[in-house]
T-cell receptor, first 111, second 111 residues
Framework: AQSVTQLDSQVPVFEEAPVELRCNYS??????LFWYVQYPNQGLQLLLK??????LVKGINGFEAEFNKSQTSFHLRKPSVHISDTAEYFC?????????FGTGTSLTVIP | EAQVTQNPRYLITVTGKKLTVTCSQN?????MSWYRQDPGLGLRQIYY???????DKGDVPEGYKVSRKEKRNFPLILESPSPNQTSLYFC??????????FGPGTRLTVL
């Protein structure tokens, strides 16, 4: 079975500061990797995905993530956060026909 | 506009009273899936469907049923709901390449 670990449940960060949200996964097979964002009282929105090719993936809203196969990690980064980035962020792995999600990281941007 | 719709959005019911949450997508996707979201647990897959009349269990299928009689619809059925099924439910539709569109969510309370 696959598993996804988001190492930080809550991340407070000041506006315009950089942020990194960490994600590690375990899998014995090739996987696809995703980051989703969930704003309060809304569904999930895809931020970015890694399917193959370049290990640095750029997504919407200025976010990017780097796939590191040797460390089985897929950390999400943004060089300068805005108040509007305050939300819950989920890392997910697709293996076979199933999706596995981490428990989420709550990002709070402080003015 | 690509869309996944769920109904109802909010539901309060009592233990043992059968209920159905509908899910519909307009993208002609073959793959659809149901998740439940609980605090501290992230999203967990309940059931998924690879195509019409093809369904399979996810990580937490106990107490749930699904059907896929037509490609666009994938209802979630709780034959005898219990309080531990109080949760936020999301339907998702799988497109190519390997990305999911999520519905807006159904908040279910079982008393």
């Amino acid at each position: 079975a696959q598993s996804v670990t988001q190492l930080d449940s809550q991340v407070p960060v000041f506006e315009e500061a950089p942020v990194e949200l960490r994600c590690n996964y375990s899998s014995s097979v090739s996987v696809y990797l995703f980051w989703y964002v969930q704003y309060p009282n809304q569904g999930l929105q895809l931020l970015l995905k890694y399917l193959s090719g370049s290990t640095l993936v750029k997504g919407i809203n200025g976010f990017e993530a780097e796939f590191n196969k040797s460390q089985t990690s897929f950390h999400l980064r943004k060089p300068s956060v805005h108040i509007s980035d305050t939300a819950e962020y989920f890392c997910a792995v697709s293996a076979g026909n199933q999706f596995y999600f981490g428990t989420g990281t709550s990002l709070t941007v402080i003015p | 506009e690509a869309q996944v719709t769920q109904n109802p959005r909010y539901l309060i019911t009592v233990t043992g009273k059968k209920l159905t949450v509908t899910c519909s997508q307009n993208m002609n996707h073959e793959y659809m899936s149901w998740y439940r979201q609980d605090p501290g647990l992230g999203l967990r897959q309940i059931y998924y469907s690879m195509n019409v009349e093809v369904t399979d269990k996810g990580d937490v299928p106990e107490g749930y049923k699904v059907s896929r009689k037509e490609k666009r619809n994938f209802p979630l059925i709780l034959e005898s709901p219990s309080p531990n099924q109080t949760s936020l439910y999301f339907c998702a539709s799988f497109g190519r390449p390997d990305t999911q569109y999520f519905g807006p969510g159904t908040r279910l309370t079982v008393l």
